[in-house]
């Protein structure tokens, strides 16, 4: 699976739309990651999980950083993102289905908060896109 | 034996109750095939999937589209019996048309997706919580008559 030159384009033109609300993005996409696939809140057991919380709040942001600086550098997200895909492999060692979940919900997010820039064609690239981040960050699982 | 809470069962039938099952199956079916393009394999006589346009046009699409989410229907008004009442469909998908259980759990995360993209805001994460619930079970019982 590769990133033509049109899905770069738009997942390039999305994050700019998205701009500053990466960061509450980032938070609701947690958020809604822990609700309907309660499974995933076996990584943060150390985690306030509750409503409103200022540590998913928090993750949530890194978590979007990580997104906008793939998109900012999508001819080389492995470079990008080499550090995190480090830090996967040795030490968080999160289970590969788990990222397909976080996409689902960054999905959810963007077209519940802004429908109109979801086009399909627009779906379909950033649906590639979250692919191949998650692709880079278990890459050296082993 | 499926269990589902007054609440689960509120947000389902509440929401579905304002969707427009033509143009949110049209569009579901549209995005499958866009977003996943190998899906298209089970449409060779759809005519015209050539570009994305050219998919959201197509009649045959926006029809099947109504087709399916018309079913999808049926197993609200039988949330808890979705085994017998996707039974024969099972069959179907397993011995006719061949189709890999896999597309229904893409497509139901399309559906979410469509559902997100119409609610906004009403599409709260319990919201979104019991649809990703009700379209697992949906693909899990379509799934269970394969042989």
């Known amino acids: 699976m590769v990133l033509s030159a049109g899905d770069k384009a738009n997942v390039k033109a999305a994050f700019g739309k998205i701009g500053g609300q990466a960061e509450e993005y980032g938070a609701e ?50 470079g990008a993102l080499s550090k995190l895909s480090d830090l996967h492999a040795q030490k968080l060692r999160v289970d590969p289905v788990n990222f397909k979940l976080l996409g689902q919900c960054f999905l959810v997010v963007v077209a519940a908060h802004n429908p109109s820039l979801l086009t399909p064609e627009v779906h379909a690239s950033l649906d590639k896109f979250l692919c191949a981040v998650g692709t880079v960050l278990t890459a050296k699982y082993r | 034996m499926v269990h ?35 899906t298209q394999r089970f449409f060779d006589n759809f005519g015209n999937l050539s570009s994305p346009t050219a998919i959201i046009g197509n009649p045959k699409v926006r029809a099947h589209g109504k087709k399916v989410l018309t079913s999808f229907g049926e197993a609200i008004k039988n949330l808890d019996n979705l085994k017998g009442t996707f039974s024969k469909l099972s069959e179907l998908h397993c011995d006719k048309l061949h189709v890999d259980p896999e ?15 119409h609610f906004t805001k009403d599409f709260t994460p319990a919201c979104q919580a019991t649809w990703q619930k009700l379209v697992g079970l949906v693909a899990h019982a379509l799934a269970r008559k394969y042989h």
């Open chain 1, 29 to 78: 996409t947690l958020e809604r990651m822990f609700a309907a696939y309660p499974q995933t809140k076996t990584y943060f057991p150390h985690f306030d999980l509750g409503k409103g919380s200022a540590q998913v709040k928090g993750h949530g942001k890194k978590v979007a950083a990580a997104l906008v600086e793939a998109a900012n550098n999508i001819d080389d997200i492995a």
């Open chain 2, 4 to 38: 589902w809470t007054a609440e689960e069962k509120q947000l389902i039938t509440g929401l579905w109750a304002k969707v427009n099952v033509e143009e949110c199956g049209a569009e579901a079916l549209a995005r499958l095939l866009i977003v996943y393009p190998w």
């Open chain 2, 103 to 117: 597309n229904f759990r893409l497509l139901g995360d399309i559906l979410v997706i469509v559902l997100a993209s």
